[in-house]
Every structure is written in structure tokens, then in C-alpha cells.
């Protein structure tokens, strides 16, 4: 069970610090390369949009770097990814990749807790 777990809090911390870059990567370029995708497919995209696209994307990185620091909240916070998607009207997508990021963020917490260890913070 050690090892497992082990593995677990390995494989939540990669992707955390993955998805910790892309997001905050996102939200940085997005004002500049959002419209210009937009007016490349024939479309524009308002302010609001742009917004609340970078927004979501920085509460998903600070969710991922919460999940780096082994913090519970990380878990909650990283899915603003999936709400974006459900803001976009893709239902599906967002509840897949809720479970998925729920898998993947969620089990090491669930594997602690059913072992019986404290989880630890690094500081």
C-alpha cells in the first residue's frame, strides 16, 4: 500500500506542476493569441470571454500549485478546467475531464485516508 501511494502522490505531482505550467502559460498568452485564433476562424470574441477564460485558467493553476504543496484545496480549485469546458457547452468533455482530474489529483488524498496517515505538507 506504501508503494502505491507513493506512486500516486509521484504521478498527482507531475501532472500537477504540468498543468501548473500550461495553465498559467494560458492565461498569459491568452489576451494576445484568444482573438487572433477568433479572427482567424471568422469569429470575434469578447472581453468578458477573455476574462473569464484567463481567470479559470488562473484558478487552475493555483489549484495545481496547491496540489503540488499537498493542500486538499488543489483538488476543488483544478477543476475550473472542467467548468470552463461546461461554460463552452461541451457537457460531455467537462464531466470526463472532471473525473479524470478527480482520478488523478483525488486519489492520493483517498489512498492516505484509507491507510490511515497524516498527509503531509511541504514546505
Do not use: D
Not at 502559460?25 to 493569441?33: C, D
Not at 479559470?56 to 469546458?85: D, E, F, N, P, W
Not at 467537462?94 to 483525488?106: D, E, P, T, V
Amino acid at each position: 500500500m506504501q508503494s502505491i501511494l507513493k506512486v500516486s502522490w509521484l504521478v498527482s505531482a507531475a501532472l500537477a506542476w504540468l498543468l501548473l505550467g500550461v495553465s498559467a502559460l494560458g492565461a498569459m498568452f491568452y489576451p494576445i493569441a484568444g482573438p487572433i485564433h477568433a479572427k482567424m476562424a471568422g469569429g470575434s470574441l469578447a472581453m468578458g470571454q477573455i476574462w473569464l477564460t484567463c481567470g479559470l485558467m488562473l484558478i487552475t493553476a493555483i489549484g495545481a500549485y496547491l496540489q503540488i504543496r499537498r493542500k486538499m484545496l488543489g483538488v476543488l480549485l483544478v477543476q475550473a478546467l472542467s467548468i470552463h469546458y461546461l461554460l463552452l457547452g461541451a457537457v460531455q468533455a467537462s464531466l470526463i475531464l472532471a473525473i479524470f482530474l478527480l482520478l488523478i489529483f483525488g486519489l492520493p488524498y483517498f489512498l492516505a485516508a484509507r491507510s490511515g496517515q497524516v498527509i503531509q505538507e511541504i514546505n
